[in-house]
């Protein structure tokens, strides 16, 4: 079922959580709501849910008007970010409540649902016991099925990992994409987690303050990025950002900051005349190297050994760059190194407008 928001806006007194939002959902697509707290992510999937009406604008399924219709008339399943499960019914019974208010469901029927959805998340064998019996993997599962056993034309998600401990949340977002892809039902999926939305979207709409910056696909929100924010939102460690004076040198454009000179492929260099820019580069993009060597030098300023990758913290001139080497880097803090850059994976961006330059 394609799901369609035309100019959707949400005022709260003379508060507006969403500004005139355009977006479209393909049919049996995973798309995310990503953002910090406050962008208006929740808002937007509770307008589509019809718990909010909206101020203005439009949301279609299909070829159908919806916004007027109650939550029972749109055809949705959600998934709310505490499970909500009523902890004195059994799971079963969990997972039927939302076929009780339907009368032309029979009671076989009922059953036979229940066993069906329960099948599709595993928890087959759990019918008979109550929410306090589960662990919360589990109860996740169960408000998945119950969410499902309406057969919705689209599944939506208010951050349902959050409460999960990390290996839990790992393990369930294979399970949710796997089914997501399995039923090929549209799913909107709300998250602030960049790791869960990269992860599992097919697209991904990036939003600040009610108002879309971009959507696209995990790849190129990553490779991409359409201004500063997004790009400094996507991405671990988090881009660096340097205010540089771009200059002409042997007939070729180089970005100088303080101890740093990086020259720009013509694939990297802006449109226009800008004489300035904030280059952004992602610590995965700069190398250590031997003192003297790269476009940059500088001192070991932290070393923070994380696993497969160590994230070096290097103090150049007045500002810190974060890098990312190797396992077996043998850094210490207060070494001098260099810094290599890779010329075609720089970004840059306009330093008063953030929208991205080149």
Not at 31 to 38: H, Q
Not at 97 to 102: C, K, R, V
Not at 142 to 157: E, H, S, T
Not at 268 to 295: D, F, L, S, W, Y
Request: hydrophobic share 40%; aromatic share 6%; with cysteine.
């Amino acid at each position: 079922m394609r799901v369609a928001l035309e100019r959707l806006t949400k005022r709260f007194g003379t508060v507006t959580a969403v500004q005139e939002l355009d977006l479209e959902v393909r049919s049996g697509e995973f798309v995310a709501l990503l953002g910090p707290s406050g962008c208006g992510k929740t808002t937007t999937l509770l307008m589509i849910a019809g718990i909010y009406r909206p101020t203005t604008g439009t949301i279609v399924f299909g070829d159908r008007r919806v916004d007027h219709l109650h939550p029972k008339e749109r055809g949705i399943g959600m998934v709310f970010q505490s499970y909500a499960l009523y902890p004195h019914m059994t799971v079963s019974e969990n997972i039927a409540f939302p076929l009780e208010l339907q009368r032309a469901v029979t009671r076989p029927d009922r059953e036979a649902r229940v066993r069906e959805a329960a099948a599709k998340v595993q928890v087959d064998e759990l019918l008979d016991r109550r929410p306090a019996q589960l662990s919360g993997g589990q109860q996740q599962r169960v408000a998945l099925a119950r969410a499902l056993v309406k057969r919705p034309d689209i599944l939506l998600l208010d951050e349902p990992l959050s409460n999960l401990d990390a290996r839990l949340r790992h393990d369930m977002r294979g399970e949710i994409k796997r089914l997501q892809k399995e039923v090929g039902i549209t799913s909107i999926f709300v998250t602030h987690d960049q790791l869960e939305a990269l992860s599992m979207a097919d697209r991904v709409a990036v939003m600040r303050d009610g108002r879309l910056q971009a959507y696209a696909t995990p790849d190129e929100l990553y490779a991409h990025p359409v201004n500063r924010f997004v790009a400094g939102f996507i991405g671990s460690p988090p881009m660096n950002f340097i205010p540089a004076d771009l200059a002409a040198r042997n007939g070729d454009l180089v970005a100088r900051a303080q101890d740093i000179e990086l020259p720009l492929p013509p694939a990297q260099r802006p449109r226009g005349n800008a004489a300035g820019a904030t280059v952004g580069v992602r610590p995965e993009h700069i190398a250590i190297v031997a003192p003297g060597e790269g476009q940059a030098a500088g001192e070991v300023y932290v070393v923070e050994p994380v696993g497969r990758e160590q994230i070096v913290d290097v103090q150049v001139g007045g500002r810190v760059l974060r890098v990312v080497a190797p396992p077996g880097y043998g850094g210490k803090i207060g070494d001098r190194i260099g810094l290599r850059f890779a010329p075609e994976r720089l970004h840059l961006f306009d330093p008063q407008s953030g929208d991205r330059l080149a």
